[in-house]
């Protein structure tokens, strides 16, 4: 079974400052995809980046960016110059094949970031 | 709006009714995923179903618990009997077809049992 854990329940951040956001998986496969979500308060599930575990170039997205480390099966967020509206949680997930037909994605517990002015 | 349309936004129910969570996925998609999110906590997975089709039950709890996708309207996720420990958000995502494609997420349901 994958697990996902992001250590820092909760951050905070400076505005116009850098933030990263730490995470690590757990997994037997070798095949597999890595996702950032914020959910603001209004609790939607907004896509910030994703990851495919076979391409060594980390992604990038305007300010956010990724540091991919898949031998030490990191997967680290960072968000430059920080704004007041990436004040929200962040859920690192996982998906791969699960054998039984879907690509589920598994998640982390989340970290709440606030973006001080 | 062409993205997932989940409905009820907020569903109040008291302990022993029904719930029933809908999810209309965006136009094109015809695989859904289920997911339910309790308090401070992440999403776990619950369900995947195709149309007509359940395809990975596996996150699903063993009672209470239904899920649907039939060939015409939305899917429903379907709570009998509900406890206070149901209190949680779901959230539905589709996708377009098989293999791996990103999942696009509705708005979720919040659910509180009284």
């Known amino acids: 079974a994958q697990t996902v854990t992001q250590s820092q329940p909760e951050m905070s951040v400076q505005e116009a400052e850098t933030v990263t956001l730490s995470c690590t998986y757990d997994?037997?496969?070798?095949?597999?995809?890595l996702f950032w979500y914020k959910q603001p308060p209004s609790r939607q599930m907004i896509l910030v980046i994703r990851q495919e575990a076979y391409k060594q170039q980390n992604a990038t997205e305007n300010r956010f960016s990724v540091n991919f480390q898949k031998a030490a099966k990191s997967f680290s967020l960072k968000i430059s110059d920080s704004q007041l509206g990436d004040t929200a949680m962040y859920f690192c997930a996982f998906a791969a094949y699960s054998g039984a037909g879907s690509y589920q994605l598994t998640f982390g517990k989340g970290t709440k970031l606030s973006v001080i002015p | 709006n062409a993205g997932v349309m989940q409905n009820p936004r907020h569903l109040v129910r008291r302990r022993g009714q029904e719930a029933r969570l809908r999810c209309s996925p965006m136009k094109g998609h015809s695989h859904v995923y289920w997911y339910r999110q309790l308090p401070e906590e992440g999403l776990k997975f619950m369900v995947y179903?195709?149309?007509?089709?359940?395809?990975?039950e596996s996150g699903m709890p063993k009672e209470r618990f239904s899920a649907e996708f039939p060939k015409e309207g939305p899917s429903i996720l379907r709570i009998q009997q509900v406890v206070r420990g149901d209190s949680a958000a779901y959230f539905c995502a589709s996708s377009p077809g098989q293999g791996f494609q990103p999942q696009h997420f509705g708005d979720g349901t919040r659910l509180s049992i009284l």
């Open positions: 997994t037997s496969e070798n095949n597999y995809y």
């Open positions: 179903l195709q149309k007509e089709n359940i395809i990975d």
